[in-house]
């Protein structure tokens, strides 16, 4: 059976140009907070002295439920007057975990941060590995009869007979001619 959720390893690297109120830099405190959905969230450290270019380099583990669409990170910055949120960044799943990159595949990614009125306030350095999850079937090896090791698949062509991993060969390879 195949798995109804993914581990995504989510490597938040740094930031860049970040402001307060797009007024005045950021000058220290600030953190990323990772979120898979509204109820699942992860915490950064505090970057004290990277000011409006912090540096993380952290790496977080996060569950993806598989009916989720978009990773959102978004940048804090705790002030005298309390935590105010720098800007956020919403993540297509289809950036990182589209069909054509297999499992384990390093994305590194950058994104503009949009502030609470939708105006750009600063960058967002990260890294997003999907994971495969230990003790589950993966969608090849499900497809093959349920094993836990996935047997080969062509990349493309037709099965030509039977229904196991053994019996099938790849038809219609395209040629080219000049």
């Known amino acids: 059976m195949a798995t109804n959720s993914r581990a ?17 830099p950021v000058k220290k405190n600030a953190f990323a907070v990772v979120r898979t959905n509204s109820r699942i969230s992860r915490t950064t450290k505090t970057d004290i002295n990277g000011g409006g270019y912090p540096t993380w380099n952290e790496k977080i583990v996060v569950e993806f439920p598989s009916h989720a669409r978009f990773l959102t990170v978004e940048v804090h910055c705790k002030t005298y007057s309390g935590e105010k949120v720098v800007g956020a960044a919403r993540i297509p799943a289809t950036d990182f975990a589209g069909g054509y990159f297999p499992e384990n595949y390093l994305h590194i990614l950058s994104y503009r941060l949009r502030d609470g009125k939708g105006e750009r306030n600063g960058i967002i350095n990260l890294s997003v590995r999907v994971k495969v999850l230990e003790n589950t079937v993966s969608v090849t090896a499900a497809a093959c009869g349920g094993g836990t090791t996935p047997c080969l698949r062509p990349w493309m062509g037709v099965p030509v007979a039977g229904e196991g991993c053994s019996s099938e060969v790849v038809t219609g390879v395209p040629v080219w001619h000049i």
């Not at 995504?8 to 005045?24: F, K, N």
């Open 8 to 24: 995504l390893e989510v490597t938040v690297i740094s930031g860049e140009g970040l402001q307060l109120e797009r007024q005045r």
